[in-house]
């Protein structure tokens, strides 16, 4: 049974790099089947997608966040990352990792980790 | 701002149905059919519900349902129940590899 664990500090300084990796359980991560990727969700507010990653490296981003955004995947290990660059408190967000079907069904997500909640904040 | 528009509240009362509508673009959801709807329950992870429009994942009860024309997408919970009660957002893909939500519509059971 698959499993999505999110890991990372919960308070991050402003302007500083906001760090979370997922371990993934009960699957593997390098697989044709799936991409592996982030969504948040500000405190009493709506869910947004960050980024998703394949097991090749091959990523897609969120436009609005692709200046400051590196998801990667580290197959060794089982487990991928996410880093977002310059964070502020408008980054402050439970942050789930998930994951997705590749191909025809790649833009829903039916996987879900059980949340991380970060604070950025002094 | 969320990129794709729905109601902030829905209610209705044991048994009934209840519409939940998510409007965006022809770049979103009048565009593709990768319209996803979700369930989240407070403090839990989103589940979702329905997939490329109108399918349901295996598990998901046949009374819920989705459907679109033009820009907009809707989810129809039948015969509601009281665990239906929760947030429920949609998504859409969008150009050039965007994955987009809409804000969120809190279902009240009466």
């Known amino acids: 049974q698959l499993q999505l664990q999110e890991s990372g500090p919960g308070l991050v300084k402003p302007s500083e790099t906001l760090s979370l990796t997922c371990i993934v359980s009960?699957?593997?991560?390098?697989?044709?089947?799936?991409?592996w990727g982030w969504i948040r969700q500000p405190p009493g507010k709506g869910l947004e997608w960050i980024g998703s990653?394949?097991?090749?490296?091959?990523?897609y981003y969120s436009p609005s966040l692709r200046s400051r955004v590196t998801i990667s995947v580290d197959t060794s290990k089982n487990q991928f990352s996410l880093r977002l660059n310059s964070a502020t408190a408008a980054d402050t967000a439970m942050y789930f990792c998930?994951?997705?079907?590749?191909?025809?069904?790649?833009?829903?997500?039916?996987?879900w980790g059980q949340g991380a909640l970060v604070s950025v904040s002094s | 701002q969320s990129a794709l528009t729905q109601p902030p509240s829905a209610s209705g009362s044991p048994g009934q149905s209840v519409t939940i509508s998510c409007t965006g673009t022809?770049?979103?959801?009048?565009?593709?059919?990768?319209v996803s709807w979700y369930q989240q329950y407070p403090g839990k992870a989103p589940k979702l519900m329905i997939y490329?429009?109108?399918k349901r994942p295996s598990g998901v009860p046949d009374r819920f349902s989705g459907s679109k024309s033009g820009n907009t997408a809707s989810l129809t919970v039948s015969g509601l129940q009281a665990e239906d009660g929760a947030d429920y957002y949609c998504?859409?893909?969008?150009?050039?590899?965007?994955?987009?939500f809409g804000g969120g519509t809190k279902l009240t059971v009466l």
């Open positions: 022809s770049r979103d959801v009048g565009g593709y059919d990768h």
């Open positions: 998504s859409s893909y969008a150009d050039s590899y965007n994955l987009v």
């Open positions: 990653v394949y097991y090749t490296g091959t990523t």
């Open positions: 998930a994951r997705q079907r590749s191909g025809v069904q790649l833009w829903s997500v039916p996987a």
């Open positions: 009960g699957g593997s991560i390098s697989g044709s089947d799936y991409y």
């Open positions: 490329e429009v109108s």
